[in-house]
T-cell receptor
Framework: QQPVQSPQAVILREGEDAVINCSSS?????VHWYRQKHGEAPVFLMI?????EQKGHDKISASFNEKKQQSSLYLTASQLSYSGTYFC????????????FGEGTQLTVNP | DGGITQSPKYLFRKEGQNVTLSCEQN?????MYWYRQDPGQGLRLIYY???????QKGDIAEGYSVSREKKESFPLTVTSAQKNPTAFYLC????????????FGPGTRLTVL
């Protein structure tokens, strides 16, 4: 039940926008987004719950489409500091289920 | 400061030796997790624990063992039965399970020579 992330990698110039998608074949309870810099621990970005609204802070936001069982992470006016690997983690079904991570999307922001 | 600590940051071992990775948290979280990450790969769950003295296997538990004798501590032993132990190991914790946010430690990079 591992979620599928797309694209696998994306290269941007500073100031450009990007969208990262996370899809599941099962009904989702929640979606968690993390960013990991090379050699470091993943850092929590945001969580989206079933029935909840779109979330965001600064220029990074996310949505949760319950009909499609998909979440999208939006990065607008990208900064160099946005570079890293973005992982989505999904909880399927009831809230007592496990968090399962996708394989990640590698984002590179160039000057 | 509250957080999760893992030690050591880098660990080298000879093939065939057992090795124990440390994970401690002072966040008062009930749940703790161990993940393995290989280069360019996602996070694969090894073991998790929701309460003291109880733990469950994750997706890749073979060749690993854990204990949870204290709420704050969740050590992982990589045994000689693990065929390819060289990897980046991440420990995490959360207030409860699943729907709660998981917070990660800095990781231990294990290299088996």
């Amino acid at each position: 039940q591992q979620p599928v992330q797309s694209p696998q990698a994306v290269i941007l110039r500073e100031g450009e926008d990007a969208v990262i998608n996370c899809s599941s074949s099962k009904a989702l309870y929640s979606v968690h987004w993390y960013r990991q810099k090379h050699g470091e621990a993943p850092v929590f970005l945001m969580i989206l719950l079933k029935g909840g609204e779109q979330k965001g802070h600064d220029k990074i936001s996310a949505s949760f489409n319950e009909k499609k069982q998909q979440s999208s992470l939006y990065l607008t006016a990208s900064q160099l500091s946005y570079s890293g690997t973005y992982f989505c983690g999904t909880v399927v079904g009831r809230s007592g289920s496990r968090l399962t991570f996708g394989e990640g999307t590698q984002l590179t922001v160039n000057p | 400061d509250g957080g999760i600590t893992q030690s050591p940051k880098y660990l080298f071992r000879k093939e065939g030796q057992n090795v124990t990775l440390s994970c401690e948290q002072n966040l008062n979280h009930d749940a703790m997790y161990w993940y393995r990450q290989d280069p360019g790969q996602g996070l694969r769950l090894i073991y998790y624990s929701q309460i003291v003295n109880d733990f469950q296997k994750g997706d890749i538990a073979e060749g690993y063992s854990v204990s949870r004798e204290k709420k704050e501590s969740f050590p992982l032993t990589v045994t000689s039965a693990q065929k390819n132990p060289t990897a980046f190991y991440l420990c995490a914790s959360s207030i409860g399970v699943a729907a709660d946010t998981q917070y990660f430690g800095p990781g231990t990079r294990l290299t088996v020579l």
